[in-house]
C-alpha cells in the first residue's frame, strides 16, 4: 500500500467506526461521492457488497472502480440498494436536496454524514478547512448547513430520522451522522 493509500485509508477508519453500527451483514451499499475509495475498500474487505459512484474517478485503488455519473440523476432503478451512504459530500454538490431525494428513490435507507455548524465562526471556519482538507479553493460550493435546515431537507423529502450521532473535533468542528427511512 502507497503512502497515500495509508493515509485515505486511516481517515476512512475513523468514519467506519462511527458508521459501522449502521449497516448490517449482506445488505448492498451505494456510496454516493466515493471519491479516493478507501472507504469502499473498508467495506469490501469486511465483506460488504458496496458499489461506489462518483462524478470522476479518484480511486487510490486499483482494486475499486467507480460508477461515474452525471451529478444529478443516480443510474439505478427504484430501491435498488438496502443502504445509501453520503459521508461528507453533501457540501461539495450545488442543490444537495437533488442527491438527498435521489438517495431515498434507489436506496432503503439513507446514511448521511455531514460537517454542520452551530454559528457563524463555525460555519466560516468550517468552510477555510474544508477548501484546504480537500485541495479546493475555486468554484468549490460551500452548501454546508446546520442540523435545522438538514432536519427541514429530510422533512421535505419525506424522509425520518431513525437515529443521529454527534461528533466533536478539532475544538472548532462539529459532524452528525443521520440514520433515515421512508
Known sequence: MTLYQKWCYQKA????????KFYKKGETILDIGSGNCALNMQ???AGYDIIGLDIANKSAF?????????????????NS????????????IKNPEITVKE??????????MEDIYENTF??????I???????????HPHTNMNDKEWKEVFD?????????????FLLFFKQVTYLLTK
Not at 477508519?13 to 459501522?20: F, S, T
Open 13 to 20: 477508519a475513523i468514519k467506519l467506526d462511527r458508521l459501522a
Open 43 to 45: 467495506l469490501k474487505n
Open 62 to 78: 486499483k482494486e475499486i472502480t467507480p460508477v461515474i455519473y452525471d451529478g444529478m440523476t443516480l443510474p439505478f432503478e427504484d
Open 81 to 92: 440498494f438496502d443502504v445509501v451512504q453520503i459521508i461528507t459530500v453533501l457540501h461539495h
Open 103 to 112: 438517495a431515498k428513490r434507489v436506496g432503503k435507507k439513507v446514511i448521511i
Open 122 to 127: 463555525q460555519k466560516y471556519v468550517t468552510y
Open 129 to 139: 478547512a474544508d477548501s484546504i482538507n480537500n485541495w479546493e479553493f475555486i468554484g
Open 156 to 168: 421535505r423529502n419525506g424522509l425520518h430520522i431513525e437515529e443521529s450521532e454527534y461528533y466533536n
